[in-house]
């Protein structure tokens, strides 16, 4: 008789832990595979673990292409380190390939030496085809320079989910918990934030709740007790100014941005919006706030959005409007009222890549002379554009407190990097932000409509109803003090210039601009918007090498800072970049008259660093 004995488990070698400076993760499959969503825990665990990092979501044009083709492959980039960070990062470590369409977009950008993980399961002779590979890039060879980590995703997803009665179709679709469990592990992440998010997101559907934590927990696992991965990778927290934090994205930042200015100045905010991408967001975050006093309207198109917004500030009220590019465009006629009547709306425009509908998904800074002069006639208005996820929210006040203050439209300019990119906000004390103090006329003696404030030249604000404070509004043209119809034309040019010295008398409230770098030298690089984080680390790294570079970002676009004048002067040369073909160049060359030379992208994605530094080291060699 023959006794068995079972085998007694190997003993678990303990893995090594490599410690990392700084990483970036890109996280890429068909729209449909949940890769954003796992991009996004990845970073909010990224966070919790008290990382700097910075994100790049990177969303078809497509609202569902065909699977497993290369126009539907959807990415998220995440970048975090030990130390300050300002980008996404140009070219990732680490690929999390879903099938061979998003390796395929993907591999060229992969660091040489990066690592893959994919879903082997993916990678069928059909899914090969529809990429456009002849054999599979997992077993060719043809991917030996790099880490690769062929894992069954998919099916070690159903394993998991196995017992919880759900069809194939829904239990597949766990996999990008799956695959965020390995990365997790891999790369020392708590996994707690997930399971919290899972219960509160799911919590509906219990089944659902069991099936993705059981998924994140097994890809989780499989990273600790399989023997392909030999190393764990950590990043040490980030040495952050002490404060509360939480994880924020552009158009969240923007959305609590006007509503911590509405509360500021105890008025009641009114947004009126046509859904548009990248935008939308803003619409869904400030309806999500009603229990402020928070008005939300989702218009039938974009005039009608613009038109409610102007007559919710007509009413008294903080009128906004968010939009994109060719909301933008059917919005010029209503903004020039708000010129002509002078009340404070305030424009959102959150820009991506055009002309037309473009590349609704992709980003792109091309709108600015469209701001700055797409009206008829002499139109101005306040233009503002803030630089980082996090600083939506002080533009965004700013841009409410801006127009109460000088009675004049401003327009916000974001774009679809800022709005979809995250970093770590430092939530600012309500008694930090500055009160917004709004007087609304309400004594008939002495009333004009017109007549201005001396500092600001800001008419009055009169709520409709008021007694003894009737007056005239609409687009004709106005005669001085009195807003009676005038077709004077010495009182036109007036009205004209006193609009113009309205906007003008801003750059009283504009401060100091701030000069990266020395206040001298060889060249100066000026930029705006969300190219600040990309032209910070790359006049740095130059700057580090002994050469003169400095840098000045422009926050406030019309008017421009009263200093700048000065600054340019005190550089040899000037470099403005731009993801446009040169429209802030332009204003620079025929405001200073100063041969600035412009840099240019307008590819739907932001500047690598190392193109920045490319062009700057030229035109310091020239």
Not at 103 to 110: I, M, P, T, W
Not at 387 to 392: D, F, H, K, Q, R
Not at 397 to 417: H, N, Q, T, W
Not at 474 to 498: C, Q, W
Request: charged share 20%; with cysteine.
């Amino acid at each position: 008789m023959t006794t068995h004995t079972e085998t007694p488990p190997r003993p678990q070698v303990p893995k090594r832990t490599e410690e990392l400076d700084e990483v970036v993760i890109r996280f890429a499959g068909d729209s449909g595979d949940g890769m954003q969503l796992a991009g996004m825990q990845f970073t909010n665990e990224t966070a919790v673990a008290g990382t700097d990092l910075a994100t790049l979501p990177d969303f078809p044009a497509e609202i569902r292409a065909p699977a497993g083709t290369l126009f539907g492959v959807s990415g998220f980039q995440v970048n975090f380190s030990s130390h300050d960070i300002f980008t996404p990062g140009d070219n990732p470590d680490v690929l999390v390939m879903m099938n061979p369409a998003a390796l395929k977009v993907n591999l060229r950008d992969l660091k040489p030496g990066g690592i893959i993980i994919a879903d082997t399961a993916e990678f069928t002779e059909n899914n090969l085809k529809k990429a456009g590979f002849a054999t599979s890039p997992l077993e060719d060879g043809s991917l030996a320079k790099y880490q690769v980590f062929p894992v069954d995703i998919t099916q070690m997803t159903l394993r998991a989910v196995e017992g919880l009665n759900l069809n194939t179709k829904v239990a597949s679709r766990c996999k990008n918990f799956y695959a965020l469990g390995l990365t997790s592990w891999l790369f020392t992440r708590p996994i707690d934030p997930t399971i919290r998010w899972i219960e509160g997101r799911f919590k509906k559907t219990p089944e659902l709740v069991d099936a993705n934590i059981r998924a994140l927990k097994a890809g989780y696992h499989f990273g600790e007790t399989a023997e392909m991965f030999a190393v764990q990778y950590e990043v040490k927290p980030a040495r952050l100014v002490p404060g509360k934090y939480r994880n924020i994205t552009g158009n969240s930042a923007t959305a609590l941005g006007f509503i911590a200015a509405a509360e500021r100045a105890g008025l009641p905010l009114f947004l009126g919006s046509y859904p548009i991408t990248p935008a939308s967001d803003v619409l869904h975050e400030v309806a999500s706030y009603k229990n402020f006093n928070v008005y939300t309207f989702q218009a039938e198109d974009e005039i009608a959005a613009v038109g409610a917004a102007l007559g919710a500030a007509y009413g008294g009220a903080i009128g906004i409007c968010t939009t994109s590019g060719p909301g933008m465009l059917l919005k010029q006629e209503m903004i020039n009222l708000a010129v002509m009547v002078e009340l404070p709306l305030i424009i959102a425009d959150i820009q991506r890549a055009g002309p037309s509908t473009g590349m609704p998904t992709k980003t792109e800074q091309a709108d600015l002379l469209m701001a700055i002069y797409g009206r008829a006639s002499e139109s101005p208005v306040v233009v503002l554009a803030p630089a980082t996820p996090g600083e939506c929210f002080f533009m965004a006040f700013e841009a409410v407190r801006l127009a109460a203050k000088y009675m004049v439209p401003v327009i916000y300019m974001s774009d679809g990097y800022l709005a979809n990119g995250a970093e770590p906000w430092k939530i600012p004390k309500v008694s930090e932000l500055p009160q917004i103090d709004v007087q609304f006329r309400t004594s008939p003696e002495g009333f004009q409509p017109y007549l201005r404030d001396p500092e600001t030249l800001a008419r009055a604000w009169v709520k409709p109803g008021t007694p003894g404070l009737e007056h005239r509004i609409g687009g004709l043209a106005k005669e001085d003090v009195t807003g009676h119809v005038s077709y004077d034309p010495i009182n036109n040019e007036k009205m004209v210039r006193l609009r113009a010295e309205k906007v003008a008398r801003v750059a009283m409230d504009i401060p100091r601009t701030d000069v990266r770098g020395d206040p001298s030298g060889k060249l100066l690089v000026i930029g705006w918007g969300s190219t600040y984080g990309a032209l910070v680390e790359a006049t740095e790294r130059v700057r580090a090498q002994g050469k003169s570079v400095s840098h000045v970002h422009l926050r406030y676009l019309n008017p421009l800072p009263p200093d700048l004048k000065e600054i340019i002067r005190r550089f040899e040369r000037v470099l403005v970049p731009e993801l446009n073909t040169g429209q802030l160049l332009k204003i620079i060359r025929a405001e200073y008259l100063v041969d600035a030379k412009g840099m240019n992208k307008i590819q739907g994605y932001p500047f690598k660093v190392g193109e920045l530094m490319q062009k700057i080291q030229e035109l310091l060699e020239e």
